[in-house]
């Protein structure tokens, strides 16, 4: 069984945003309304002159229990065998619930006017959705599906993000997961996040 | 990656869920407590219609809340078929929308034999006419004759739409005011209060202060007084509870207990100024019904703000 996850690894993302653009590209976000599928957040950390700027990308999780999921009163929320997590646009009411269950902040609205927009920028033939929904990454399904990696994977750069199977012991996804390098965010909840995260702060002391 | 840490609270459901939410407690808790009321402790026709035309009206009100709230207006279709608590039975909102409308279902059923038997609606035009078709009279006799049966299936649909407002934010695991046992507990009880001051309003204005409905008034306001006292404990004890929780529940202790409008309009005027009132009322008694009605106004306003300021003060800790 596939058991697909991601790592990103904060100590070479460069913040260059070329995931982003590949992504917004790749799944027509609504990016004139600044709504990304992945995102970039430029921090300071420090004090003084022992200071430096972090860049942490931020996308999904593709919980094993998203809390998403047990919310959306449609099922327009859905999880495929190999652990994406996708929406029904045709399914999905718009009520919202999953962005409020969601604890990394990887729901956004889909509008009436974005899906208007949306012809206008990316063309009416080219232009694939057709309802108002809320949105959220998928992992590019699509692209996974005929055995090619994730937009913002593909297009990196410093090779801060890397896609794999955690199903797979020989799969540089999975033995960085194992040897406890790469950690996911706030799994106390109980969400169980398949995006994981490889510290850049133990490392600049 | 701790040491980067943020706190925020959400846009995505403000004042209009809020909304939705307090119409929704008080409807079902007014429908279900003048149904009780009816068949336990006194029947009382005109109770019973303003309790369920009004409750039915608030219910319809609140659901056209979040129904002009989503994004796709349509897709609604998809939560009004039953069969979708069999695919989505962790969903509240799902258990919600059956509840709501076979709330409004059984409440007006249990209504109607009342509302054929009435003088008032046997004088308005269209409604004389639609009382009076032969299919209506039939179901009108029939739920005269089962009238136990449709206000125990509209009890059942009204609590669990009381307790559901409650669940739906206790879904919400990230943010740590909402996902606690505390919250169904609180908006239950906030929603039969205000059901009471509700009825203590409706009793007082518009069945006029009949003398023998005195008894009645009595016990709406000592029970009104109960819940307005556990109420309050429980909000004593939501406060050491975010004191001393998670990261997000400090936020939210702050952010709540450093807002005028929590403190002051909801706890001052919503709470504690309703509660000497109905209790020098039960204790002594007043001279005219007005401090009771302005205590029944003073709980129904509070009802809403303690959704109003619990929907805004949700903070999500994230490591961002």
Redesign the interface.
């Known amino acids: 069984m596939t058991h697909y996850a991601m790592v990103i690894d904060l100590n070479t993302c460069v913040g260059c945003n070329a995931c982003m653009a590949a992504c917004a590209m790749e799944n027509q976000t609504p990016i004139w309304d600044n709504k990304w599928r992945t995102y970039v957040h430029d921090k300071e950390i420090g004090t003084g002159e022992d200071i430096h700027r972090r860049f942490f990308p931020r996308l999904c999780n593709h919980c094993s229990n998203p809390a998403c999921m047990s919310v959306c009163p449609s099922g327009a929320t859905y999880q495929l065998e190999n652990g994406i997590v996708q929406v029904d646009e045709d399914l999905c009411l718009g009520c919202r619930a999953c962005a409020l269950a969601c604890p990394y902040d990887a729901r956004y609205e889909v509008t009436y006017a974005d899906v208007k927009q949306g012809r206008a920028f990316f063309g009416e033939e080219a232009y694939r959705r057709r309802r108002p929904s809320m949105d959220k990454c998928d992992f590019c399904a699509d692209r996974v599906a005929v055995g090619q990696k994730p937009a913002c994977v593909e297009t990196c750069v410093g090779s801060a993000r890397q896609f794999g199977d955690l199903d797979n012991p020989d799969d540089p996804v999975a033995k960085l997961v194992d040897s406890g390098m790469a950690r996911p965010l706030l799994a106390y909840l109980g969400t169980q996040p398949n995006v994981y995260y490889i510290d850049d702060l133990k490392r600049r002391g | ?1 701790d ?2 840490t943020g706190f ?1 609270t ?1 846009d ?2 403000t004042w209009w869920l809020a909304l939705y939410l307090y119409l929704g407690g008080l409807g079902a808790a007014t429908l279900t407590t003048t149904f009780l009321t009816d068949m336990y402790m006194k029947p009382h026709p005109q109770l019973v219609l303003w309790g369920a035309l009004s409750g039915i009206a608030m219910l319809s009100l609140g659901s056209a809340m ?1 129904f002009f ?4 207006h349509m ?2 279709i ?2 009004l078929n039953p069969m ?1 608590l069999i ?2 039975p ?5 258990w919600g ?1 059956q509840f709501i409308v076979w709330m409004m279902v059984w409440g007006f059923l249990y209504a109607l034999p009342y509302m054929m038997d009435s003088e008032f609606f046997g004088r308005i035009p269209i409604v004389k006419n639609i009382l009076a078709w032969r299919l209506v009279q039939k179901i009108g006799r029939t739920c005269g004759r089962h009238c136990r049966l449709c206000g125990w299936l509209a009890t059942i649909n009204g609590i669990g739409t009381v307790i559901y407002t409650g669940l ?1 934010l206790q ?5 740590a005011l909402w996902h606690n046992p505390g919250v169904p507990l609180l908006f239950t009880v906030s929603a039969f209060s205000t059901a009471m001051a509700f009825l203590l309003l409706v009793l007082n204005l518009a069945i006029k202060n009949r003398e023998e409905d005195r008894p009645l008034r009595l016990f709406y306001e000592r029970t009104d007084l109960i819940l307005i006292a556990v109420e309050l404990v429980i909000l004593f004890s939501f406060f050491f509870y975010l004191q001393r929780g998670s990261q997000s529940a400090a936020v939210s202790a702050q952010l709540l207990w450093n807002n005028w409008g929590w403190l002051i309009g909801f706890i001052g005027f919503g709470l504690l100024v309703p509660f000497f009132l109905e209790l020098k009322g039960v204790i002594k008694g007043w001279n005219s019904p007005a401090p009771i009605m302005l205590a029944s106004v003073l709980v129904l306003m509070g009802g809403y703000l303690l959704r109003h300021y619990f929907m805004y003060a ?1 903070v ?1 800790a ?3």
């Not at chain 2, 879904?171 to 943010?175: E, G, K, M, R, T």
């Open positions: 990656m040491v980067t925020y959400q995505f459901w979040l709230h989503l994004l796709d897709a609604v998809h939560i979708v695919n989505q962790n969903a509240w909102i799902a929308t739906l879904s919400f695991p990230a943010v949700g999500y994230r490591p961002w």
